[in-house]
């Protein structure tokens, strides 16, 4: 039924659902999509930032919302020197990442609902 989907969220109908923005070396995508989802989203909304990488801006920024964002933080990279273009090395990269953080988010943490967001897009409102 559609009720389910119209529910407001502060009814605990979403708490099993985890929004997610998806980062690696952009701080200032970052920090517009943040600031763009959390206008947006009920507060009772889990929001997640997956970082892929080490980059200090990213951390800076998402330390910088402090209780309302939670960090998760990918750091392992596999070796890919068997592959020969640049691009193969690039989206298995970040297909490693999404792994990672469905593996968390919903193996790990048991959400069962989990909205991805990549750190340079917006909800439009």
Do not use: C
């Not at 690696?24 to 009920?42: C, G, H, I, K, M």
């Not at 919302?65 to 640049?86: C, K, W």
Request: proline residues 5%; negative net charge.
């Amino acid at each position: 039924p559609m009720e389910k989907f119209v529910a407001d969220p502060l009814d605990g109908a979403w708490e099993d659902t985890a929004v997610v923005i998806m980062a690696y070396n952009r701080p200032s995508y970052l920090r517009r999509t943040l600031d763009n989802v959390l206008a947006q989203v009920p507060r009772g909304l889990m929001v997640f930032v997956s970082q892929d990488g080490n980059n200090q801006g990213v951390k800076d920024v998402i330390s910088s919302y402090h209780e309302r964002i939670r960090h998760i933080q990918n750091y392992p990279r596999a070796d890919l020197s068997s592959l020969r273009n640049s691009w193969q090395k690039g989206y298995t990269y970040i297909s490693l990442h999404y792994r990672f953080m469905f593996e968390m988010l919903l193996d790990e943490l048991k959400f069962k609902r989990v909205i991805v967001l990549e750190d340079d897009m917006e909800i439009a409102p």
